[in-house]
């Protein structure tokens, strides 16, 4: 995973906001681990309503404890032709802040693989990270800062019931950072 640059002035200071909040308050019921459990079984039926469906229902839980609006969810079978979001290695979904949508899918680009559930369900937690960051944070546009992939993996790791991991980071050309994934996992017990 790897940072986008920090722009050049306009929006700067939004920029190191978001790179610096790494942490997100979590509910402290097991609702989201419940539907994301959900979204698995879904996942394995390989039933696409009853898939969405379990999204939906995820998102709504996750908004109102964000006290944000709703977002929408679109689960495609691949990838569309058209994509919105830069991911660094594959892309898996995107989210369009005008329309409150996300679109997640459930089959890789190029070799047409099911997505597995832990990469599908870290999707759909980074894509309602972008909706947190304009709806709860009220940033004017959504970076992949370090504290953006902090917050979408502490939500992550919550609702797969995982261990929260500290991630290292390791500075590229240009203000850009990519995890240290050899130290990030050596810490994580
Ligand atoms: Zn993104």
């Known amino acids: 995973m790897l940072t986008d640059a920090p722009p050049r002035k306009l929006n700067l200071a939004e920029f190191q906001d978001s790179d610096r909040i790494t942490t997100l308050?979590?509910?402290?019921?097991?609702?989201?681990?419940?539907?994301?459990?959900?979204?698995e079984s879904a996942m394995k039926s390989e039933e696409i309503a009853k898939v969405r469906r379990a999204c939906a229902e995820f998102l709504k839980s996750a908004s109102q404890f964000y006290q944000v609006p709703d977002c929408s969810v679109r689960v495609l079978t691949a990838r569309p032709l058209r994509v919105r979001e830069q991911w660094t290695t594959e892309l898996f979904g995107d989210y369009n802040p005008e329309a409150m949508l996300i679109r997640v899918w459930m089959r890789t680009a190029v070799r047409k693989e099911i997505t597995s559930f832990g990469t599908f369900l870290s999707t759909l937690c980074h894509e309602f990270c972008h909706h947190l960051d304009y709806q709860k944070f009220r940033f004017s546009d959504s970076w992949h800062t370090r504290g953006f992939y902090e917050r979408a993996a502490v939500l992550y790791h919550h609702a797969r019931g995982t261990p929260q991991k500290h991630l290292f980071w390791a500075p590229m050309s240009s203000g850009r950072w990519r995890i240290d994934w050899p130290r990030t996992n050596r810490s994580t017990p």
């Open 25 to 39: 308050d979590l509910p402290h019921d097991e609702c989201l681990p419940r539907i994301a459990s959900a979204i």
